[in-house]
């Protein structure tokens, strides 16, 4: 028996400081800011904003002490993202299954609450030094207890949930958290991408992505792959020191707008190169939306046996060249953008070549 996943109920990043990144992810991203929890709410160690667009919700930690674990884990790692938690029925059950399967616990249960309800969570370990942990709601009429209430307004990019969330993995080591999400949380093989289908003349990764049953929740799982110069995985390995989240991806069911938004809002995205609209048309064939503002939006398109996607991705949103997101459409496609793949690469690396990581 693996745990039944119902949602992942938020995403939860470690940053060195949340009060300034909640005022960047809410301006240029459009969220609002639905709760808070630190020393005023009677958390006197860690400060977190709750941030909220339609059903994603982030929550920016940071903390408060120099002897908190998390000020060591953002030493070792910068800003980034250190917890994917999933809402569950039964999180001492969830807890109890994926541990007898093999994964590492980090938090046993415990149940908390205050005049909104009860929630009871529990935490496991999976890649690099980000968890998992369970939420059971039970109805809780809040976000988490602990939490209070404390609202600003964004203007919304028409970001909607989240499509899936990336791992970047060691050398070798892909195949191992592959078999480690399918034994412990019941996340199956969904599709394979190798380093022919994801190289360029110089650098090259491969990919697997896991799934629950209903397809919500898509991770897929990278590892490096020899090259004849490094892996952007290899690069990102390097500067956040282990495994880790490498992106979010964001789905809008008006890319177009969504994209004018962001852009307005100043989000920097990777700059698209140039020769790109000269061949996708041949590759993609007729999509609904306007390919001028395509061109003009400079967003990627792919297609597979199934239909198309839009997508896009933001720089690394720290200094260290690791975490970014994905804004991404499908129009019947629930592929990754492969065809996308190579073009993007190239302008990858010749960002990595600036840093001097190529
Ligand atoms: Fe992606």
Redesign the pocket.
């Known amino acids: 028996m693996t745990p039944v996943l119902k949602r992942i109920h938020h995403v939860e990043f470690a940053v060195g400081n949340a009060k300034q990144a909640a005022f960047f992810y809410r301006t240029a991203f459009g969220f609002d800011q639905i709760a808070y929890r630190g020393p005023e709410t009677g958390c006197r160690e860690r400060v977190s904003y709750v941030l909220r667009q339609a059903d994603i919700f982030l929550v920016l930690t940071s903390p408060l002490r120099h002897d908190d674990s998390l000020s060591v884990w953002l030493m070792l790692h910068g800003d980034g993202v250190c917890d994917i938690a999933f809402e569950v029925d039964d999180a001492a059950d969830a807890f109890a299954q994926a541990t007898a399967a093999g994964a590492a616990a980090l938090r046993a249960p415990a149940t908390r609450g205050d005049a909104l309800g009860e929630v009871t969570t529990a935490a496991i370990r999976t890649y690099g030094e980000v968890s998992h942990t369970f939420v059971q709601r039970g109805g809780y009429r809040g976000f988490l207890p602990g939490f209070e209430k404390r609202e600003i307004k964004g203007t919304p990019t028409g970001l909607t949930c989240i499509d ?1 969330i ?1 791992g970047n993995v060691e050398d070798r080591q892909m195949e191992r958290w592959v078999q480690w999400y399918d034994r412990t949380l019941g996340l199956g093989r969904f599709v394979s991408y190798d380093d022919k289908d994801i190289s360029t003349e110089f650098s090259a990764l491969r990919s697997t992505v896991v799934a629950s049953p209903d397809r919500a929740i898509k991770f ?1 799982l990278n590892e490096p792959a020899e090259g004849r110069k490094k892996s952007q995985i290899q690069e990102y390995i390097d500067a956040n020191l282990t495994a880790g989240v490498q ?1 979010l ?1 964001l789905k809008t069911d008006d890319i177009l707008s969504s994209i004018a938004a962001l852009r307005a809002n100043g989000v920097d995205f990777l700059p698209v190169p140039a020769g790109y609209y000269e061949r996708v048309w041949d590759r993609v064939g007729a999509v609904k939306e306007d390919r001028d503002r395509i061109r003009d939006l400079r967003i990627l398109v792919d297609r597979d046996d199934t239909g198309y996607l839009l ?1 896009l991705f933001t720089r690394p949103l720290q200094d260290r060249p690791t975490f970014f997101i ?1 804004i ?1 459409q499908r129009c019947g496609s629930e592929s ?2 492969k065809g996308n793949f190579k073009a993007l690469f190239e302008t990858i690396e010749q960002e990595q070549a600036l840093r001097g990581n190529l």
């Open positions: 899936h990336v897929p992106h991806a997508q994905e991404i990754f953008g």
